[in-house]
């Protein structure tokens, strides 16, 4: 395992942290849809305990995130990382206790991880998580929400949730169209679909559970202008359309209407929906039954077929997707979708394509993104996938141009994007999720949120420098209870 121990001892006695920053470069689209200018931003999430000054005898699981990225509609970009085991008590053979004061959150020790003869978590380790379930936001208090909200810089239209509540907002909570961060919400509607079937038996087309290995053909699904050998991570990361699917010979282009494949794993979903009793099996009704009612989303909308835009909603409304996604996939005291799927979205699916591209959400990265992508920030986690190469391609490493493919912590930032300035940002590793309307990036977001967070950081205590050494860097991830582990299938 890559995790240095005594590197993260010493990053702990001397308070060295790190934050993960989006790029602020700016992107404009022909799209008639107008995912015009909208600044990349990166996202970090850092994986592991390491807080109140106690890494060494936190977390120190393994991390990565993603430096920030745009699409060609100028979206911003998020990080996401992959890491498996610590080298804390759970990585060593078991659970770390759970004192309640080893996570900078006070939310209690770490959670078994995949290390060497750690435990795989199970749902019971995500049931540490608090979200606010179907209910009213509860508006956490300054300690509560370890952030100093007077802090907080500038004047965008943003809301701010931390350990499942809300902790800041200003501007407004007017429910907006968010554009491209629908693509994203669709990747939580087919996420949430593949939950649903995942025990059923398959016996022929059409049957089954949705695996990302499928073809749209396996689903009925028309493959018209795109690769009929084209598997369902292909479609999802916007690489259906290559010629030639072999490593190395793909390229990313943006389906910033979603009409060119993205939509088509809706259909997927409905295909698959019809096998459950109950459940709907026409998109808008089994968004609102099975996305909307159960995250509790009371000011969202969509109008169903195309998810390159169409999502209606709120802040508190992003916030409810951004927490489910932070927290894996668990929301209201049970698992919403597969931890699995939510770290397929939230890692780069084709590293020959773009490594700031997961399937439906942007990601950062250390190099080899394309388009809007490319910018790299140190300030931000890349998403790296532990092992090359990994699931779904054969990618010999992560790509990068700078630094290393290795992090402690698999925390990397990831964000659903839309034009304009609509963004969902995941600081898993904080367990921090910031949503912007009308904002002028993702980057500028965390940026006016950061010095808010870092003033009551219990480590780092307002050294927003040495904070960002150790956030970006992935080694510092205080509030991720469950280590990330990476599918294999």
């Not at 700016?26 to 600044?39: A, F, I, L, Q, Y």
């Not at 489910?324 to 597969?338: C, K, Q, T, V």
């Not at 190469?389 to 990397?412: L, Y």
């Not at 992935?474 to 209870?481: C, F, Q």
């Amino acid at each position: 395992m890559r995790t240095n121990v005594m590197n993260l001892f010493a990053v702990s006695i001397a308070a060295i942290g790190l934050i993960a920053c989006g790029e602020d470069d700016r992107g404009t689209d022909t799209s008639p849809v107008g995912e015009g200018t909208g600044g990349t931003a990166g996202m970090t999430a850092l994986a592991g305990n390491a807080a109140a000054g106690n890494a060494a005898a936190g977390n120190a699981a393994a991390g990565n995130a993603a430096a920030p990225s745009a699409g060609t509609d100028g979206l911003a970009g998020a990080g996401m990382g992959a890491g498996t085991g610590g080298m804390n008590a759970a990585g060593a053979g078991g659970a770390m206790p759970d004192p309640g004061g080893m996570n900078a959150g006070g939310a209690g020790g770490m959670t078994p991880s995949a290390g060497a003869g750690g435990a795989m978590a199970g749902d019971e380790d995500y049931a540490k998580y608090h979200d606010p379930g179907t209910g009213p936001w509860e508006m956490g208090s300054a300690d509560e929400c370890k952030m100093d909200s007077s802090r907080v810089t500038g004047s965008e239209n943003l809301a701010v949730f931390r350990y499942g509540k809300l902790c800041h907002i200003q501007g407004g909570n007017t429910s907006i169209a968010n554009w491209s961060a629908t693509k994203t919400l669709g990747g939580v509607l087919a996420g949430r679909a593949a939950y649903l079937v995942k025990d059923v038996a398959r016996s022929g087309p059409g049957t089954g559970p949705i695996l990302h290995e499928d073809k749209l053909s396996d689903w009925g699904v028309s493959t018209s202008g795109l690769n009929a050998d084209a598997l369902l991570n292909h479609v999802m990361s916007m690489t259906a359309f290559n010629a030639n699917l072999a490593h190395g010979s793909k390229t990313f282009s943006y389906d910033t209407y979603g009409t060119r494949e993205i939509s088509r794993i809706v259909e997927v979903a409905m295909v698959a929906a019809k096998q459950v009793a109950g459940l709907p099996a026409e998109d808008v009704a089994f968004m609102q039954q099975q996305v909307f009612d159960k995250l509790g989303m009371a000011e969202s909308s969509w109008p169903g077929s195309t998810i390159g835009y169409g999502w209606m909603g709120s802040l508190e409304d992003m916030g409810r997707v951004g927490v489910m996604l932070a927290h894996d996939g668990w929301y209201g005291g049970e698992r919403f979708m597969e931890a699995s799927w939510v770290y397929r979205m939230s890692h780069p699916a084709h590293e020959d394509a773009n490594t700031a591209y997961g399937q439906l959400a942007w990601l950062s990265t250390r190099g080899g993104a394309t388009s809007m992508g490319a910018d790299i920030d140190t300030c931000a986690p890349a998403a790296f996938w532990p092992e090359y190469p990994h699931v779904g391609s054969e990618a010999p490493d992560c790509r990068a141009t700078m630094g290393t493919c290795e992090q402690e912590h698999d925390v990397g930032v990831f964000t659903a994007a839309g034009l304009g300035g609509q963004y969902v940002t995941v600081h898993a590793g904080l367990d921090l999720v910031i949503v912007g309307h009308n904002a002028t990036s993702a980057r500028v977001l965390w940026e006016a949120v950061r010095p808010a967070v870092v003033a009551m950081d219990p480590m780092f205590m307002g050294d927003e420098m040495g904070f960002c050494e150790a956030y970006g860097s992935g080694s510092y991830a205080p509030d991720l209870l469950v280590p990330r582990v990476a599918p294999t299938k």
